[in-house]
């Protein structure tokens, strides 16, 4: 893959309602729209995952790029290694890659394609349901080093063009090295959650695209968000009940406080800054951004283009220091 602009696209929340993560209903007619829109701003990647909506997002996406001429197709991106049951859609999808192969002709069928341009480890296996703060490993984990190997093997048999892992520490990434050059990985990267720093650095010293997803922090850093709305977010919407909306939001929307000033300077919206901001980490190849309409687009894609001063670094620093929000280091 050349030339992958600096930001992509997204397809988490266009999953539609129904389903463990979901961000509530979503029209496919809404969402098509959107895809192409993107790709139209000159987006030319798109990245999802079979989870999300348990296959709907990949469908969707389908259904977007096939009414596209072979030119103007965008790279796809997928994800596999969450295997959801399709009786119980409200249960925690399990983390196993021992289903991998089929997860990925499954992705294929539903994105109507022969070949995946990136496919990428969700999480490490550990046998059990998904827990965001890692969780424990059970007796049916699959190690590393064996499911690295057969996504080595999909490479080699020309079903993905390239491979990556999501999620993964900078010691899991160096353990696979040894099996098989990591192509890229999705770290979650932004101003409020910058924990991934080492598994960028890693990234950076071997030769690996980074691509980081929720540089807006699910709709945190957009500047839209209020306390209100947060309070108010439908029950079938994730982030209801998640800790980002709830506890400390106080200080991450001081954050959001400072960016507003650097976005009037360089008239961008404040999605734009805080996308730029990571895209300014050494490292970083580009990042993921989610939109549900249209007009959601056109207020990030200018940060692909978007340099941020060193003063604007330094006031963003300050905000950081100053509220103490999120992990990780205030500055690259």
Do not use: C
């Not at 103007?72 to 859609?89: C, I, M, N, Q, S």
């Not at 699959?142 to 499911?147: A, D, K, R, S, V």
């Not at 010691?171 to 409020?192: G, N």
Request: hydrophobic share 40%; net charge negative; proline share 5%.
């Amino acid at each position: 893959m050349k030339d992958l602009s600096k930001v992509g696209f997204g397809s988490w929340a266009i999953a539609g309602a129904g389903w463990r993560w979901s961000w509530g209903s979503q029209d496919d007619a809404d969402s098509i729209a959107t895809i192409r829109h993107v790709v139209a701003r000159g987006v030319n990647w798109i990245d999802t995952a079979a989870v999300y909506g348990y296959g709907h997002s990949e469908e969707v996406v389908g259904k977007a790029i096939a009414g596209l001429p072979s030119a103007e197709r965008p790279y796809l991106f997928t994800k596999g290694g969450l295997v959801w049951d399709p009786a119980d859609p409200g249960a925690t999808p399990r983390r196993t890659m021992a289903e991998v192969r089929r997860e990925v002709d499954d992705s294929l069928r539903r994105l109507g394609v022969d070949r995946i341009d990136l496919y990428q480890v969700h999480w490490p296996d550990t046998g059990e349901p998904l827990d965001w703060n890692g969780g424990g490993v059970s007796d049916k984990a699959i190690p590393l080093e064996e499911y690295w190997q057969v996504m080595a093997e999909l490479k080699a048999e020309g079903k993905v063009g390239a491979i990556g892992l999501s999620n993964h520490s900078a010691a899991e990434l160096e353990r696979a090295e040894r099996i098989a050059h990591v192509d890229a990985i999705q770290p979650q990267f932004s101003a409020l959650n910058r924990k991934a720093a080492p598994e960028i650095a890693w990234a950076r010293e071997h030769g690996t695209s980074v691509i980081v997803y929720s540089p807006l922090e699910s709709g945190l850093l957009t500047g839209a968000f209020t306390k209100e709305r947060a309070a108010n977010l439908p029950s079938d919407d994730w982030r209801a009940g998640h800790p980002s909306f709830t506890t400390g939001l106080d200080a991450r929307l001081r954050v959001v406080d400072a960016l507003r000033p650097i976005a009037v300077r360089h008239g961008v919206t404040v999605s734009a800054v805080a996308v730029a901001w990571t895209l300014a980490w050494p490292g970083v190849t580009g990042a993921i951004v989610g939109a549900r309409r249209t007009d959601q687009v056109d207020g990030w894609t200018p940060a692909a283009t978007l340099s941020l001063t060193s003063a604007d670094m330094d006031e963003i620093t300050q905000a950081l220091e100053q509220s103490a929000a999120g992990e990780g280091p205030t500055r690259p």
